[in-house]
């Protein structure tokens, strides 16, 4: 749904961009990253984005497929 999407019009969350925040988050906080943080929800919408098939599901940074 829209609702996954920047809810500023921009483009879908992506595995890859989430990946990315939530490493830069982990490297941040010691390798934690908490329930309920920006990292997480991103997560979150790029997991919705990749299963409604508004994004696709294996790429992520560095070429490691994740997904089928």
Known sequence: SKAQ???RGGAPMTMARAAAIQSATA???GGKVT???????????????????QVGSTATPGGVKVGN
């Open 27 to 29: 490297r941040a906080n």
């Open 5 to 7: 999407a920047n809810s």
């Open 35 to 53: 329930s309920g943080s920006f990292a997480a929800r991103a997560q979150s919408a790029a997991a919705h984005n990749a299963a409604s098939g």
